[in-house]
């Protein structure tokens, strides 16, 4: 089932002279459960595809789909919404609120959310127990290793049940063998919570472990193999 359509999308950034074409046809199509790599140089326009991809920006034209809602036609509230209901970023940095613990750093999108500090509580739990950080829970980011950090940061991103998970260089941070833990607990959750994700990344052994990987070229998203 196809969590996240993007169909002949089209971006460019300044005009005249100074355009930037950076999407010219891009297509993609993300299912349930499975976990896409993007892999490709600086600049070439992956940021820009999960911004899309996650409402944060808006294609010239073309399509960009979320659980079969087409959002080209949505006003700035209705993209906010949806992308509240069904998206779920992971940043390369990990923006965990230092003063809080793990466990309230994941509890918070949930209870602005409007769901219980009881059932919120018990999904951060099963959270960080899925992505092997549990004995962390109590802990501060300070007080835990980045790869730890970046795992509690996966949590946070799928606190509310993401239908669709974006991952920008989730890993950039982190030593090679740290990268594997949180690139396999990622995939781990991907699979058990039946979420679509597209993780960019320069790292080809951990995109190697994703069930497909699409590079940019010439505008166009094309499969990749390495
Ligand atoms: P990547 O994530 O692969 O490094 P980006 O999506 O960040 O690539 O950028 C792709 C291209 O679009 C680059 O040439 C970049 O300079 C340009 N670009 C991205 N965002 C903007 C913006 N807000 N204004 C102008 N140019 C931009
Ligand atoms: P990069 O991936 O290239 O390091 P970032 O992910 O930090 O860059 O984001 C850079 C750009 O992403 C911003 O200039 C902005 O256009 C866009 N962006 C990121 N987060 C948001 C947001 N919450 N709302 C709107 N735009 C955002």
Redesign the pocket.
Known sequence: KPHLVLTDVHRH??QGESI?H?LEAANLTVNSGELVALV????????????LSGLLESPQSGEVAIMGIPTSKLGDRGRTQLRRSTVGYVYQFHHLLPEFTALENITMPQLIAGKSQGDADRRSMELLDLLGVAPRASHRPAELSGGEQQRIAIARAAANHPKVILA?EPTGNLDPETSDVVFAALANLIKNEGAAALI?THNHDLARRADRIVT?KGGLVVDHTL
């Open positions: 950034y300044g930037v950076v490709a140089p600086s600049g070439a326009g992956k940021s820009t595809l999960l911004h920008d960019a940019l």
